[in-house]
């Protein structure tokens, strides 16, 4: 057994922390799991400091952060949060003696080799040969919209190539879209996949649908649209559907420009909750019907990502990784 390793996942949303260790089997576990809103602290360096009050003197000399924005210079400025994160700032507050930050879903994506099948709901079995190893394609909408690429290294080993792809320009499919599209472009200007897609943008996209149809608009929370989406409602299931089949048209560009022939993870609280809609046969088309490409895309598996823990496993992975490639 290892020595455990303190590993954080910082959203948009909530702040995660946990111990973690390498187990004999070689698969990273982890332990002590606490689960807060990132609201309820001005800092980062206020809500890890609470966790190592916790833990005590049980506290790891070195901790692995995840975070929502890019790493510069081991810095890191939230994308859906007014925090900026330093890690050598971190490590003379703290105790800490080593603090590494790492993007968030480079540790949601290198968590994927380590997590059950239990972990995962299947959406298209596809037809990919495991023993060819080929790079696997880990994004979807939480907050945000996050996006990796996890590529093979040798017989075993991982790396993964991170980016900022939920930023790139919303691809309207229809009429309905294009008018959202439109009404978005009015507000907004730049109308991204993550303004269309993601939590942030809920309100958003919900105003502008509103606002197209003639409708007042009043502030609703994402279950209620849901269960207004299922009794019929026109707005909240154009918001379901728009938002369910945007996914699989972004992770369907994505694989098909990264050429991730050895699968589709889907993350994210938003597709979690949008599940049934994401696996309608409506969506999939969207992912697999690509032209003359179509037959390139329908091989590839499709997963979504049920696990609330995965990107806390994957910040260890990537932190054993770093000592067994020293």
């Known amino acids: 057994m290892s020595e455990p390793v303190l590993v954080g996942d910082i959203g948009g949303t909530n702040v995660r922390f946990a111990l973690a260790r390498r187990g004999f089997a070689g698969h990273c576990t982890v332990s002590d799991i606490s689960v807060m809103p990132g609201d309820d602290f001005e800092t980062f360096d206020e809500a890890l400091n609470v966790y190592i009050r916790q833990l005590g003197s049980r506290t790891p000399p070195q901790a692995l952060i995840a975070l929502a924005g890019p790493v510069d ?5 939230l994308t859906n949060r007014d925090w900026i994160v330093d890690a050598r700032r971190l490590e003379a507050n703290t105790g800490l003696k080593r603090v590494r930050l790492v993007n968030d879903y ?3 994506a290198r968590a994927i080799p380590e997590l059950p099948e239990s972990d995962f709901r299947l959406l298209q079995k596809g037809d ?23 590529i093979p290294v040798g017989n075993q080993g991982w790396k993964v190539l991170t980016g900022e792809g939920g930023h790139a320009a919303f691809a309207p499919y ?3 879209e294009w008018a959202l599209a439109k ?3 009015e507000t907004h200007g730049y109308v991204s996949r993550e303004l269309v897609l993601s939590g942030s943008g809920l309100n958003a996209v919900h105003k502008a649908l ?3 149809d003639g409708v007042a608009w009043e502030e609703l929370p994402p279950q209620e649209i849901m269960d207004r989406a299922l009794k019929g409602d026109r707005i909240c299931r154009d918001i379901c559907e728009i938002r369910a089949r945007g996914t699989l048209y972004f992770v369907g560009d994505a694989a098909l420009m990264n050429g991730t022939r050895g699968g589709v993870v889907i993350t994210g609280g938003v597709a979690e909750r949008l599940a049934d809609w994401i696996a309608a046969p409506e969506a999939l088309e969207r992912f697999n019907t690509r ?7 329908t091989p590839i598996p499709i997963r979504l990502l049920l696990s609330g823990e995965a990107a806390l496993v994957g910040a260890a992975a990537l932190h054993f990784d770093e000592g067994a490639a020293g």
Do not use: F, N, W
């Open 106 to 108: 480079a540790a949601m």
């Open 291 to 297: 032209g003359p490409m179509s037959k390139y895309m």
């Open 183 to 185: 009404k978005l472009h």
């Open 128 to 150: 990919c040969d495991e023993e060819d190893r080929d790079p696997i394609l880990v994004c979807g909408p939480g907050t945000g919209v996050g996006m990796a690429t996890l």
């Open 73 to 77: 210079e081991g810095k890191v400025q």
């Open 174 to 176: 229809d009429d309905r």
């Open 210 to 212: 509103c606002e197209i």
